[in-house]
């Protein structure tokens, strides 16, 4: 059985926090990079922080950049990223997907076709 699970969306406040979890069963993130992507409705796809297959690099979108990070476990095969500071606009399903390589890009993260397994997405919203 193969699920990539994400987890810890729900309803926040504005200025509130979340840790939204990204657990693999039945195949290997250890190894990979790692991204978090989100859609809000009405947008298109957008990339927003991924880390190396070993935690020492990471690439962040300048909107989240001092808000989020993107810390990993891979004795848990487990991305996490945590938000603080959200905003309304951080309004989006989340998705954790698995890159084709140990790095990312240098800048950024690159297109959402080089990655390979994507989670379900979990729904974040902030609001009052």
């Known amino acids: 059985q193969l699920q990539f699970v994400e987890s810890g969306g729900g309803l926040v406040q504005p200025g509130g926090s979340l840790r939204l979890f990204c657990a693999a069963s039945?195949?290997?993130?250890?190894?990979?990079?790692v991204a978090w992507f989100r859609q809000a409705p009405g947008k298109e796809r957008e990339g927003v922080s991924c880390?190396?297959?070993?935690?020492?690099?990471?690439n962040s979108a300048d909107s989240v950049k001092g808000r989020f990070t993107i810390p990993r476990d891979n004795a848990k095969n487990t991305v996490y990223l945590h938000m603080n500071s959200l905003k309304p606009e951080n309004t989006a399903v989340y998705y954790c997907?698995?890159?084709?390589?140990?790095?990312?890009?240098?800048?950024?993260?690159?297109?959402?076709?080089?990655?390979?397994?994507w989670g379900q997405g979990t729904q974040v919203t902030v609001s009052t």
């Open positions: 997907a698995r890159y084709t390589n140990v790095d990312p890009p240098e800048e950024g993260w690159g297109p959402p076709g080089a990655y390979e397994y």
């Open positions: 039945g195949f290997n993130l250890n190894n990979y990079a």
């Open positions: 880390i190396n297959w070993n935690g020492g690099l990471t």
